[in-house]
Each structure stands twice: as structure tokens, then as C-alpha cells.
């Protein structure tokens, strides 16, 4: 069973950055962000592979050139890195992990069984 708990949530400014972070318990193979909006169902926005070298690093369109996920291994820790904020930005944002490989739909929440229990962003 792998717990994972969420970090660095908080209101920004639109057009401005901010990192937040996800620590794992344990080993996974890969780990992901999705985000919900009030009103809103939950959708997939970043994933990046944990159980090995190669990153598999996948993203929403809607966040493609603004977002990157990153990793620490070492740390078991991944990583959202926001920039260019925008208001529909907003939404508790959740960590999701793997610890069975996925080939695809890596931003399908039924890919990932272990869940943490979100970190509010908010831009205004």
C-alpha cells in the first residue's frame, strides 16, 4: 500500500508560477497529477514514469508548454512545475501512483489505485 501526500498548494497571481510536490511512501512505477475544478470532473494533467530510468513524461493539452513534471527518485517525490497561471488553473489538485506498469491512458484516473487527498491551487 503506498501512501502519497501532496505539497505547496496555495492562491497565485494569474500569469505567475508555482511548484507543487507529491512524496510516495514507496516504490512506484508511475505517478501522476490530476486536477478537479468545483462542478467539475477530475482530468488527467500530468504523469511521468517512477519505476525506471526512461521519464514517460505525458500531459493534458490544456497544459502542454506551461507545466512540467519532474521527479527525484531518490525521494520518491514528484513534482508539478506551473507556469503562465491561468484562473482556469484553479482546482484541488491531486497526486496519483501505479505500482503495475502503465502502457497507456496515463492520464485515465482508473490507471492509478493509490491517491492522495489533493492540494488546493488557486489563481485569481
Known amino acids: 500500500h503506498v501512501q502519497l501526500v501532496e505539497s505547496g498548494g496555495r492562491s497565485v497571481q494569474a500569469g505567475g508560477a508555482l511548484t507543487i510536490s507529491c512524496a510516495a511512501s514507496g516504490a512506484t512505477r508511475r505517478m501522476a497529477w490530476f486536477r478537479q475544478a468545483p462542478g467539475k470532473e477530475r482530468e488527467g494533467v500530468a504523469s511521468i514514469v517512477t519505476g525506471s530510468l526512461s521519464l514517460g513524461r505525458s500531459y493534458a493539452d490544456s497544459v502542454k508548454d506551461r507545466f512540467t513534471i519532474a521527479r527525484d527518485l531518490a525521494k520518491n517525490t514528484v513534482y508539478l512545475l506551473m507556469n503562465s497561471l491561468k484562473p482556469e488553473d484553479t482546482g484541488i489538485y491531486y497526486c496519483?501512483?501505479?505500482?503495475?506498469?502503465?502502457?497507456?491512458?496515463?492520464?485515465?484516473?482508473?490507471?492509478?489505485?493509490?491517491w492522495g487527498q489533493g492540494t488546493q491551487v488557486t489563481v485569481s
Open positions: 496519483a501512483a501505479a505500482t503495475s506498469p502503465v502502457s497507456n491512458q496515463t492520464l485515465s484516473p482508473a490507471a492509478y489505485p493509490y
